[in-house]
């Protein structure tokens, strides 16, 4: 199990993304489609929780963000601190959002374009990404 939200009490940097920023990525990659399904919050859900967040406090993790992803204009909002996170951690966040894509069984077009533009909004080659992708995609066929 990763721990990308816990932070050491004598760490000082602010390398670690919220798990506000993530969710509200998270949340925006189910809703492009807008069909934002029971499926998809349950994957936001376990996703948010296997990054660290602690499970009591997840409905309401969810319920903010829910509200700061349909109050904001652009996804820059969102990925201004998960873009400073270690690669390997990035790649995690990737692996959550195309499951959530994938959740339907299907990428549609505004979905693929979201995914590249996240890529370079977080600084990760799309090669990567496009890997994470059919890793996902495998796993659902």
Not at 27 to 41: C, G, L, V
Not at 60 to 83: G, L, Y
């Amino acid at each position: 199990m990763f721990n990308i939200f816990k932070k050491e009490e004598t760490e000082k940097d602010n390398n670690h993304p919220s798990i506000m920023a993530v969710a509200c990525l998270l949340i925006h990659s189910a809703k492009i489609d807008e069909n934002y399904t029971d499926k998809e919050k349950k994957i936001i859900k376990n996703s948010i929780v296997e990054m660290g967040a602690r499970s009591e406090e997840i409905d309401k993790i969810i319920q903010v963000a829910e509200k700061k992803e349909k109050d904001s204009n652009q996804i820059i909002d969102f990925t201004r601190e998960v873009k400073n996170i270690s690669n390997e951690d990035k790649k995690i966040i990737i692996e959550a959002l195309w499951n959530i894509i994938y959740s339907d069984e299907d990428a549609d077009m505004y979905e693929t374009n979201l995914m590249r533009r996240l890529s370079g909004l977080l600084y990760l080659d799309p090669k990567v990404v496009g890997d994470i992708k059919e890793k996902v995609r495998r796993k659902k066929i």
